[in-house]
């Protein structure tokens, strides 16, 4: 660029724009980023002191009695999340999968369409779905009919993101395992998929963060319980919906609790987030 070009009205015009939408990207930037902050410093703020070891190991107590802890609403949602991830985990990665390489036709664009409505369908439908499909029938609120609420929450985000990573797998490594005489099931079973598998990963551990904070469904499901119960056959409580039922108590120390469970939540997505980024990074280096 000579000097008489960088003295033109064009270019100084260009320059200008190109600085202005430059500032309104970053501030757009900086504002997305502002309602993070401030909700993790209210959290921490708020729940931080009420953290300690008597929350985590004991039971709640009597209402109006202060003390007491979550261990049931752990123990609750750790059963829950778990049997969901193995319920929908292999039905949404055998989902992906047939998308990705068998879902070129009109029955794919259909399936395809429909998991993309079941991904925007609200949790709070789903858990009324289960809640007539189970609870009503049995007289029971049921710890299974939260897991399967929770499963059907997972099942469309692994899907859609098993498709896109299995898409993302080079074609000639298809190709060569073809030129070898493998069939396509082999091919896919033992080329395609365990060069997706990082990609996999990383969206079922966002679909887990994701469900792990859900308390709509679980209200219609699970209710929750007092005490500490593993039978899948029974209400069973949960973190989520002990944060909603401390948050709207009457005891201040059930508000205490309830922000001490919120920051339990925050720093439990916090650390799957890293577990992403980690696994994102090898796959990276992995390519490279």
């Known amino acids: 660029m000579n000097f008489v070009e960088a003295r033109s009205p064009l270019f100084r015009r260009r320059q200008m724009t190109n600085n202005v939408m430059t500032g309104i990207m970053g501030f757009a930037a900086v504002l997305a980023v502002v309602p993070l902050v401030l909700i993790v410093f209210h959290v921490l703020v708020n729940g931080f002191g009420s953290l300690s070891i008597n929350l985590l190991i004991e039971d709640p107590n009597s209402p109006g009695r202060p003390g007491g802890g979550i261990r049931n609403a ?25 998308l990705a390489e068998y879902g070129q036709n009109r029955l794919g664009t259909i399936l395809r369409f429909l998991v993309d409505v079941l991904a925007g369908m609200p949790s709070i439908t789903i858990g009324l779905f289960m809640y007539a499909l189970i609870v009503l029938p049995n007289s029971q609120f049921m710890a299974i009919a939260g897991a399967l609420a929770l499963a059907v929450i997972l099942l469309p985000i692994v899907a859609r993101i098993t498709e896109e990573m299995v898409l993302l797998v080079p074609r000639s490594l298809r190709e060569a395992a073809y030129a070898l005489g493998a069939p396509r099931w082999r091919t896919v079973m033992t080329i395609v998929l365990p060069t997706a598998l990082p990609g996999i990963v990383t969206g079922l551990m966002l679909a887990l963060s994701r469900i792990a904070g859900e308390a709509a469904p679980l209200l219609f499901t699970s209710l929750g319980n007092q005490f500490t119960s593993t039978d899948l056959f029974r209400a069973i409580d949960a973190v989520p919906s002990r944060i909603y039922t401390y948050a709207a108590g009457p005891f201040d120390y059930w508000h205490e609790q309830a922000w001490a469970m919120s920051l339990m939540l925050v720093l439990f997505i916090l650390l799957v987030s890293i577990v992403v980024r980690a696994i994102a990074g090898s796959k990276v280096t992995v390519r490279q």
Not at 83 to 90: F, M, N
Request: hydrophobic fraction near 65%; charged fraction near 0%; glycine fraction near 20%.
């Open 74 to 98: 752990i123990t609750g949602s750790a059963i829950m999340v778990g049997l969901a991830v193995l319920i929908g985990a292999p039905i949404a990665i055998g989902c992906g999968i047939f």
